[in-house]
């Protein structure tokens, strides 16, 4: 359950029925899994000894960082820093959207869901053992509301406001028409020290330590090379059932290698204790060194049971070249996943088709009535297509060069007006269809160089870029890209996160996960049936519509998923016979065994 304090409420936070009284948890459509009074979630160890070290590479490596803030869009920010920050509540990662008492004690949800009022633990404090109060938690959200990074605001800005009830009381109120999301995404939110930030600037990007209330403080850096966390043993927190059996290791330290494979290295030679891997290749011909071939290293398979959302090369439909969706269907069909599957990911992955895959969201065969219902009144907005069977990528003979589907491809081109001038397609202006795949790293070269050759056959000017991370990062942030890599996922039940995917709002605020730039009315409309759905069989039936939606107007290419985590480690850890549903829980749910790690030399 790794402490992804705002992210985490992004892919959950949703609200349900009325609560008649105040509450030690919120949930979304049904009853909370964990009673009042509950010891522990069950996927942890609550006899979990505390000690140790961790130094894993997995979810969101870098090479580089510059700022301990992650919640602002200046700077890079450092790995881990979630590790520092408490919330009003904590999420159960064993229920679809459950979060249950951490600083605020209970939740009261008004009758008509438009305001939410919190009872905070007096014993809540800061690492300098300052009190954390009602003051600090409004005043969080005036920074996060006002300064934080645009994905955030985006989410919050049907949140009134805060109002301050007593040292220990706070109520949020909310406007519009769909507040169900707005109690979890609230209760998700980090809680800063205003007497800190008072004499600091919230949006400056900063490797001063903040001051934190969480598990984890900084306790040693190196800018850019390494950071490590320590636990906090006076964590006022330690003790309440969402955190038994949690952060048990005494140092969480994250290293920045210039690229996965320096990683890898960094693994075999024992600097590393435990990496996730990305790279089909890499599981399936780089795991043969010595450490592992006499058990000192162990490979390891955790299902995910989480909805794999979308990744694919994203259109930047912000490009006039892009605005042709016939040009956009000659980039799918020159994609041969097919042949990449076989040649370079071992055949380890499936096609992903749907912006919800693994997802009870997925639209599959032709809509429903209840889709009919939602679809109908937008039609002379929607493509005809979505009134079919969803749009599904095309499959290939594997050959790598499928000429049936290069001679569609070139077909689309010359209708959208891109004719052959020679090697090269031209509009009638002149005008060179050239396209720049926008990468920071190595290893997405060999996939995309399979890809620009066919799209050199069709007569694109098709190059890849890398650049570094910063320029990456600064490049994304600010949409100048033709096409990017990039993956998201909107949790087990997705709310207002989909108007940061794919609302028109967030098509032009910088940082925003709506990477294609799509910009649609009936999309909009589409995503409020989602966040405004009262059952899970009402938001099933306005996900599939919206997928339907989406998958019609082919702004990416969709790349492919697996319904598994693999983890390299060292063992000398321990971990829980039950893994958390909806997370790895490596960091959070294992703990150090001196015993095994004497048995392999790696004793800290």
């Known amino acids: ?80 820093y979630e590790l520092m920050f408490d919330t009003l509540m904590a999420r159960a990662m064993d229920e679809p959207d459950a979060v249950y008492a951490l600083v605020a004690k209970t939740a009261d949800l008004a009758a008509d869901r438009m305001s939410v009022t919190f009872a905070l633990r007096p014993e809540a404090k800061f690492a300098d053992g300052s009190a954390l109060t009602a003051e600090d938690v409004c005043d969080s959200f005036r920074l996060l509301s006002t300064k934080g990074h645009e994905r955030i605001r985006l989410t919050i800005r049907e949140v009134a406001g805060c109002d301050v009830l007593g040292p220990y009381s706070v109520r949020y109120r909310f406007t519009g028409d769909n507040a169900r999301d707005l109690p979890l995404t609230i209760a998700g939110l980090p809680i800063f020290s205003k007497a800190f930030y008072a004499t600091r600037d919230f949006a400056a990007s900063s490797l001063e330590p903040p001051l934190g209330s969480g598990p984890y403080r900084i306790k040693d850096f190196r ?14 927190a330690k003790d309440l059932p969402v955190n038994r059996g949690h952060y048990n290791f005494d140092e969480v ?38 450490a592992l071939q006499d058990g000192r290293v162990l490979k390891l398979e955790l299902p995910d049971e989480t909805p794999s959302g979308a990744q694919g090369f994203f259109l930047n439909l912000r490009r ?10 000659a980039l799918n ?60 990528p095309p499959v290939s003979d594997g050959s790598g060069h499928d000429r049936k589907l290069l001679r569609q491809a070139s077909a689309l081109l010359d209708q959208a007006g891109w004719k052959l001038d020679g090697n090269l397609r031209r509009s009638a202006n002149g005008e060179t269809l050239a396209i720049e795949f926008l990468i920071d790293s190595p290893v997405f070269e060999r996939i995309l160089g399979p890809y620009v050759q ?17 320029q990456y990062q600064s490049r994304r942030d600010t949409f100048d890209f033709d096409v990017i890599s990039s993956r998201f996922s909107s949790g087990v039940t997705p ?82 016979p039950i893994k958390p ?24």
Do not use: C
Request: charged letters at 25%; zero cysteines.
């Open 253 to 290: 330290r994250f290293d920045y290698f210039r690229d996965r494979t320096a990683g890898l290295e960094a693994l075999k030679a024992g600097v590393l204790d435990l990496r996730e891997e990305y790279s089909s290749r890499d599981w399936a011909t780089a795991y043969d060194f010595p």
């Open 495 to 576: 709310g207002t996160d989909l108007r940061i995917f794919f609302g028109t709002a967030s098509a032009s605020a910088p940082g925003s996960y709506n990477m294609s730039g799509v910009a649609s009315p009936a999309i909009d409309a589409l995503i409020e049936k989602v966040v405004a759905a009262t059952s899970r069989a009402e938001l099933d039936t306005a996900g599939r519509a919206l997928d339907r939606v989406l998958r019609a107007e082919e702004f990416w290419v969709p790349n492919w998923y697996k319904p598994s985590f693999w983890v390299a480690y060292w063992d000398k850890f321990g971990r829980p």
């Open 223 to 236: 800018a850019g090379e390494y950071v490590t966390y320590g636990r906090r043993a006076d964590y006022w």
């Open 1 to 80: 359950m790794m402490r992804q304090a705002f992210a985490a409420a992004l892919l959950v936070v949703t609200a349900g029925a009325a609560l008649a009284e105040p509450r030690h948890g919120l949930s979304v459509f049904g009853d909370l899994k964990y009673p009042d009074g509950f010891g522990h979630f069950d996927y942890v160890n609550p006899n979990a000894p505390k000690g140790g070290r961790i130094a894993p590479i997995g979810p969101t490596p870098g090479d580089s960082y510059d700022s301990f803030n992650g919640y602002i869009l200046k700077g890079d920010p450092v790995q881990g």
């Open 320 to 329: 006039a070249k892009f605005q042709d969706i016939r040009v956009r269907k």
């Open 581 to 604: 549903k909806y997370d790895r829980g490596f960091v959070d749910t294992w703990w150090y065994d001196p015993a095994r790690a004497a048995a392999i030399g790696q004793g800290n």
């Open 454 to 470: 066919n799209l050199k056959l069709l007569g694109v000017d098709a190059v890849v870029r890398s650049v570094d991370d910063v």
């Open 333 to 392: 069909l020159a994609f041969d996943f097919e042949w990449s599957n076989i040649n370079l990911f071992h055949g380890f992955y499936t096609r992903t088709a749907s912006f919800f895959e693994m997802s009870p969201l997925k639209a599959k065969g032709p809509p429903s009535a209840a889709e009919l219902a939602l679809l109908e009144p937008l039609r002379d907005k929607l493509r005809p297509e979505v009134f079919g069977l969803p749009e599904v």
